[in-house]
């Protein structure tokens, strides 16, 4: 009886031990974040080659007129250097969409009507960011320019544009000083962040078959924003050359991040791999003739930005936040005929965003 009732006492014992073991391995179990825009995807019909995506269309629509401005939050309102910071990214994302429309129409210039639309979208370019007098008249005259010129079926960046020049002349003379006194030669140093950064950062770009699943988990398990960032940049880079190397994982990866609007330096970084992942192998394609959707990045882009203005705001003396804030800001928008020898130039970022930092030498200098 005494055996019986020892038996009796154990089972249950052993039934809480197995329950817990069990409950630590669903605590193990990687959750992976979903890639967010399979929508897109599974929704193009049989003879589309490639998504719908809001204004963007099939990635060859023209997109000047229809240009987002981020909306300044009121935490940001009455402030003169968030403002600033405003201005200078607005300008820079009106004129980088004039030239992606320029880029389109010149691409198929030889096309009867085609340029039209661009023609029309130039015409008619949303400059209502811009509170700059003389920035935005000499973009609007450059934009109507290179308007002209498409419908006389002359590519605009064929002859000079004095409007251009205006433009340049306009913009310097508003942001030289602003950003001489706010920006420095120093670099981000994510061993700052992350003490075992040098360990991991290496092993992230020899050891990409059997470290890659083990970086995601140490990505998707960090509590900490910052280290977090910085953990995802070497998923990326581990990602890229894995044998099952997956875009979308790694874009689900880091859009979860990006929308935390959260403080890292490496935002816009985070961004720029976002953004060359889904244009190349997801979205769009390298060819100059690939579908690219520049509204939808730029979304995503508005969005970093505000993070870093709000930074800047309660950390003004930050001058890498400023400086890769400016990065955000100018990175061109993925263009047509651009300086890349083959293909649109989100080659080009892929090239410098991945392809440099496994064939430079200095790498983990350079990365550190």
């Known amino acids: ?102 880029s389109t129409a010149e691409r198929y210039m030889s096309e009867p009507n085609f340029g039209l639309a661009q023609a029309d979208a130039l015409d008619s370019i949303n400059v209502s960011g811009i509170g700059e007098r003389e920035i935005r008249e000499a973009l609007l005259a450059a934009s109507k320019t290179a308007a002209a010129c498409i419908r006389k079926g002359v590519k605009p960046n064929s002859k000079g544009n004095p409007a251009v020049d205006k433009f340049y002349e306009a913009y310097n003379k508003y942001s030289t000083t602003f950003i001489e006194n706010h920006i420095s030669d120093e670099e981000f140093k994510p061993e700052t962040i992350l003490e075992e950064y040098s360990e991991i950062h290496a092993k992230a770009l020899a050891d990409t078959a059997s470290f890659r699943q083990e970086l995601l988990r140490m990505t998707l398990e960090e509590p900490d924003f910052s280290k977090q960032c910085v953990l995802a940049r070497e998923f990326a880079y ?112 892929d090239m410098e965003l991945f392809y440099s930092v496994y064939n430079d030498d200095s790498a983990d200098e350079s990365n550190s």
């Open 1 to 102: 009886m005494k055996c019986l009732l020892k038996i009796i006492a154990i089972v249950p014992l052993l039934w809480i031990l197995l329950s817990c073991d069990g409950n630590n391995k669903v605590q193990r179990e990687l959750i992976m974040p979903s890639f967010p825009y399979q929508a897109y995807l599974d929704s193009m019909g049989g003879d589309q080659w490639a998504p719908n995506i809001g204004d963007d269309g099939e990635g060859f629509e023209a997109i000047s007129h229809n240009i987002r401005y981020p909306e300044m939050p009121d935490t940001l309102t009455l402030s003169h250097f968030a403002d600033s910071l405003l201005q200078c990214y607005n300008i820079a994302l009106a004129f980088n969409t004039m030239a992606y429309d320029v």
């Open 238 to 349: 581990c990602n890229y050359r894995h044998p099952q190397r997956s875009d979308k994982e790694m874009v689900a990866v880091i859009d979860k991040l990006l929308r935390e609007n959260k403080y890292s330096p490496l935002l816009g970084e985070l961004w720029r791999m976002w953004r060359v992942a889904l244009q190349i192998n997801i979205l769009g394609s390298r060819s100059n003739d690939g579908a690219m959707y520049n509204l939808f990045y730029n979304d995503m882009r508005n969005r970093v930005a505000l993070v870093y203005i709000a930074h800047l705001k309660t950390h003004p003396y930050d001058k890498i936040a400023f400086k890769e804030f400016l990065r955000l800001a100018q990175a061109y928008n993925i263009t047509r005929n651009s300086p890349c020898l083959f293909g649109n130039n989100a080659n080009l970022e």
